[in-house]
């Protein structure tokens, strides 16, 4: 039996980015549960002067837990060509890392044979890369798919040739794989029809939290404010919402060719329509005025602060940038609600699941759900957590939150559905789908 596996993660603690607590759960919990014996093979991010760090991450982790971290590129003329999408390339971390992590990656392989390769993405240029090393090599490979790639839409392709090019490479990948994972029933669902040929390999392994927070949350009192926390980023961006909605003739010529396969709304993933409630709510009741306050956490993107200034709510937000797992725990304990959105997708629904949400549900608090049809909506829906408000409609969502504030709504944890994201049961799904590796 071989126990020895590799994980191959850009994002990994002490990283602190959405994308680094996915694959950390995995490593740690096969290793201290089943055994197993992970080796990391990640970035030195501490080396890079802009990287979101947080060393409280790394203390989550086993203290004996393989870890090889290289150094990487900076950024250059030629990676922000890349960036661009205009060279067949989806981002320009291979470009980037390819030098240093090809010799660990061998480097690893031939020391300790692993079993079977996962790997953890975005940043999806690594596809190709690990598919053809793990070809060569004769080593089953495991894609981690955190995000989809043919079907996030939140900006135009280059062209549909780059688009069809992008859809080859993750044919290939699924095809080749031994599994590959997903985080939604509706990103497995459409990868089934988009791929029909590999639908069994396609397995969804949720995001997950560790365990409750049992640390009791003080009773608010009469006079107090109802905090509602929104903790990370957005993906939202207006310069790409305007290209897509821009017809081709008002476009540069370059961008004549830009191809967009289906139109998903990411504006509807911002704060704008959860803004736009509150503003309906004090209007309509302007006591309420001192009574909201709601806190951001992460960086701030350029359009926030237009955007509170729109509906005049100044006086509520609070903006506290970056902060680290331990000072955004203290925040998270003394909200009383917790702000979720998602994308709008035109006649279909939305796959994406905020890994935010299952955080929340460690608190077991009232989450104010801005969602449509899909499964960001499905899974507060069964959580019995869900305060769940229509984006279109501000005034039956503000008398929604109005009842919340004033405590006539009654939220209760439908824990036989959380439990099933505690991570211990999410990582067992996982060591089922590996056992014939090992």
Avoid at 289 to 299: Q, T
């Amino acid at each position: 039996m071989n126990k020895t596996f590799l994980i191959i993660s850009y994002d990994f603690p002490p990283l602190n980015t959405g994308g680094s607590h996915r694959p950390a759960r995995f490593a740690t919990h096969l290793k201290e549960k089943y055994g197993l014996n992970p080796v990391v093979i990640t970035v030195d991010h501490t080396l890079q002067s802009n990287a979101n760090i947080d060393q409280t991450l790394s203390k989550t982790l086993p203290d004996d837990l393989v870890i090889h971290k290289t150094n990487i590129k900076p950024p250059d003329i030629i990676s922000q060509l890349i960036n661009s999408g205009y060279f067949f390339n989806t981002d320009s971390i291979l470009y980037r890392w390819r030098n240093q992590l090809e010799k660990e990656f061998i480097k690893a392989i031939e020391k300790y044979k692993p079993a079977f390769i996962l790997l953890s993405v975005p940043p999806f240029s690594l596809l190709n890369f690990v598919r053809k090393i793990a070809k060569k090599f004769d080593i089953p490979v495991i894609f981690d798919f955190r995000d989809p790639l043919s079907f996030w839409v939140s900006s135009p392709f280059a062209s549909k040739l780059h688009y069809l090019n992008l859809k080859n490479t993750e044919k290939k990948c699924i095809a080749e794989s031994f599994r590959f994972l997903v985080t939604s029933p509706e990103t497995k669902e459409k990868y089934a029809s988009l791929y029909p040929a590999f639908k069994e390999k396609i397995e969804v392994i949720f995001n997950s939290f560790d365990n409750y927070n049992k640390q009791a949350t003080p009773k608010r009192k009469p006079l107090e404010k109802f905090i509602v926390g929104y903790f990370g980023s957005f993906y939202y961006n207006i310069d790409s919402e305007k290209l897509i909605n821009k017809p081709w003739w008002r476009k540069k010529p370059y961008q004549y060719v830009q191809f967009t396969p289906f139109k998903q709304e990411w504006k509807y993933r911002s704060p704008y329509f959860f803004f736009k409630t509150i503003k309906h709510l004090i209007d309509n009741n302007p006591e309420y005025v001192d009574k909201i306050e709601i806190r951001f956490i992460g960086n701030k993107p350029l359009w926030f602060d237009n955007m509170v200034c729109e509906f005049k709510l100044q006086k509520q937000i609070k903006h506290y940038g970056f902060l680290s797992k331990d000072e955004v725990g203290k925040i998270q304990q003394e909200c009383n609600a917790f702000l979720i959105t998602s994308a709008k997708v035109n006649n279909g629904k939305d796959f994406f699941i905020a890994g935010k949400t299952y955080e929340f549900f460690s608190y077991q608090k009232p989450i104010i759900a801005f969602v449509t049809e899909g499964s960001q909506k499905w899974i507060i829906k069964n959580s019995g957590l869900g305060v769940i408000c229509d984006p279109d409609n501000p005034e039956e969502s503000s008398t929604k939150i109005k009842q919340l504030i004033d405590e006539k709504l009654e939220i209760k944890t439908n824990k036989d559905f959380v439990d099933g994201f505690l991570t211990g049961n999410q990582v067992e799904k996982l060591f089922n789908i590996i056992k014939p590796l090992i």
